[in-house]
C-alpha cells in the first residue's frame, strides 16, 4: 500500500458513517478511529505577534499577566465548628456502592477510626476514618461531588 492508497483511504473514511477502521495487510497495519479527540492542535500555534512598545511596557504586561485569573477555583468558605475534612484531591462518597447504605448519617456516634466515606483519586477508592470520637451534625459534601485538600467533608460534634 503506498502513500497515495492511504491518502485515498483516510478521505473515504472521513466522508463515510464508519467510527472505525482496522486494515492489515502483510506487515502494514492502519487503524482509523473517528471517536478518538487530540487534547492539543495538531499544528503548532503560531505565536501572537510582539507589541512594538519599550520593554518597561512589555515587562508589566507580562506580570499583569502572570497574577491568577479570577476564575481560578477558590478553597470552600470557612464555618466554625468541628469538621471532617478531605486529606486528598478526589471525588468523595458516602457509601461504598451506589445500592449500598451511606457509612454515616445525621446523628451518628461515630467511633476514632471509623470510616465516614471514599474518596476516589486515581482510580483508587481511599476510604476516609474519623480521626476522634463524635457525632454527625451535618454532611457538607454531596455524594459524588469532587472535593479539594482541606474540604470540609461532615460536621461533627467531638464527643
Do not use: W
Not at 478526589?90 to 476514632?112: C, L, W
Amino acid at each position: 500500500m503506498n502513500l497515495a492508497d492511504i491518502k485515498r483511504l483516510i478521505e473515504i473514511f472521513n466522508n463515510s458513517q464508519i467510527a472505525k477502521l482496522s486494515l492489515r495487510e502483510d506487515n502494514f497495519e492502519l487503524k482509523l478511529d473517528k471517536s478518538y479527540a487530540p487534547t492539543a492542535p495538531a499544528t503548532p500555534a503560531t505565536p501572537p505577534p510582539l507589541p512594538s512598545t519599550p520593554l518597561a511596557q512589555e515587562v508589566s504586561t507580562n506580570t499583569a499577566s502572570a497574577t491568577p485569573t479570577p476564575s481560578a477555583p477558590t478553597p470552600p468558605a470557612t464555618k466554625s465548628g468541628d469538621f471532617i475534612t478531605s486529606p486528598m484531591v478526589g471525588t468523595f462518597y458516602h457509601r461504598p456502592s451506589p445500592e449500598a447504605a451511606p457509612y454515616v448519617a445525621v446523628g451518628d456516634t461515630v467511633k476514632k477510626g471509623q470510616t465516614i466515606g471514599i474518596i476516589e483519586a486515581m482510580k483508587i477508592m481511599n476510604e476516609i476514618e474519623a480521626e476522634f470520637d463524635c457525632k454527625i451534625l451535618s454532611i457538607e459534601t454531596d455524594d459524588g461531588q469532587p472535593v479539594e485538600y482541606g474540604s470540609n467533608l461532615i460536621k461533627v460534634e467531638k464527643l
